[in-house]
C-alpha cells in the first residue's frame, strides 16, 4: 500500500532559512506554510524535483522541540505516499499501529514501528523541479532485519517476494531492500542490521541508543 519514498521531514530551527538553502541548493519552490500540532511544529513545504521537504519549526512543546533539544537539526521523519490513506489507516488500526490524523497525512511515532519515524500522504503526481529527480529510499536501521521485513509486509500490506537481500563487510550491516513497486521505480526503505558496531553505521545506532532512522537519498539526472 506504499507507492512512493515522497518527503522528508526535517527538525530546523528557522523554517525560513531552512527553505532559502533548499532553493539554492536544489532548485525549490515553496509550496505553503502552515502548523501540525501532532508535532507542535510550525511547517515550510518545499518542492523539489517530484518530491517535498517539509522542515518543521517548533511552535511550542512537542516532539520537534524535544528532538532539537536531543539531537540538534536533522531528519525527523521519513514520508511514504499511498493511493488510499483512509485504508492504509484502517489497516494500521486493525492491526494495533497507533497514529495521528491530521491533515490529511498519518503521523506514525518511531515507537510504533521498528525505530522509524513515518508521515503517510496521499499519492500526488507532481512535476519535476529544480536540480534533482526525486528521494527513493530511506535507511531504518534495526537488530533484526528479518522481524522488520516482516512488520513492514504485515502493516503496510508490502509484498515480501520483491524484497532484495543486501549486505556489506566496508560498512558493517546486512538486511533487505522493501521494494514498493520494481521495476517502475525504486522506492524501498532499507533496513540495515548492524553487523559492526565499531563502524559509522553502527556508532551512530548505538548513539541513538537503538533502532532509528538513518539517512535518505535522492536522485539526480547528473
Known amino acids: 500500500m506504499l507507492e512512493h519514498v515522497d518527503r522528508v521531514q526535517l527538525a530546523v530551527r528557522d523554517r525560513v532559512a531552512a527553505a532559502q538553502t533548499f532553493i ?14 501532532a508535532l507542535g511544529a510550525r511547517r515550510r513545504v518545499v518542492h523539489a524535483g517530484a518530491s517535498e521537504f517539509e522542515l518543521l519549526e517548533p511552535a511550542g512543546a512537542g ?19 499511498t493511493n488510499d490513506v483512509g485504508a492504509l489507516a484502517s489497516r494500521l488500526a486493525s492491526k494495533g499501529v497507533r497514529f495521528i490524523d491530521e491533515g490529511g497525512q498519518l503521523f506514525i511515532a518511531p515507537d510504533q514501528t521498528p525505530g522509524l519515524r513515518m508521515v503517510i500522504s496521499a499519492e500526488v503526481a507532481r512535476p519535476m523541479i529544480g536540480r534533482m529527480r526525486y528521494l527513493y529510499e530511506a535507511t531504518n536501521l534495526i537488530r533484526d532485519n528479518a522481524a522488520a521485513a516482516s512488520f513492514y509486509a504485515d502493516r503496510f500490506g508490502l509484498d515480501a517476494s520483491r524484497f532484495v537481500p543486501i549486505a556489506s563487510k566496508l560498512y558493517g550491516y546486512k538486511g533487505q531492500l522493501t521494494m514498493f513497486n520494481p521495476p517502475e521505480r525504486l522506492d524501498r526503505i532499507e533496513l540495515s542490521q548492524i553487523t559492526d558496531e565499531s563502524l559509522a553505521m553502527g556508532r551512530f ?17 547528473e
Open 24 to 37: 539554492d541548493v536544489f532548485g525549490a519552490e515553496t509550496v505553503k506554510d502552515d502548523e501540525v500540532r
Open 63 to 81: 516532539p520537534v522541540q524535544d528532538y532539537l533539544e536531543q539531537w540538534n537539526e536533522g531528519l525527523f521523519a521519513a514520508g511514504f505516499s
Open 205 to 221: 545506532m548505538k548513539r541513538r541508543d537503538g533502532e532509528t532512522l538513518y539517512m535518505c537519498y535522492i536522485e539526480a539526472a
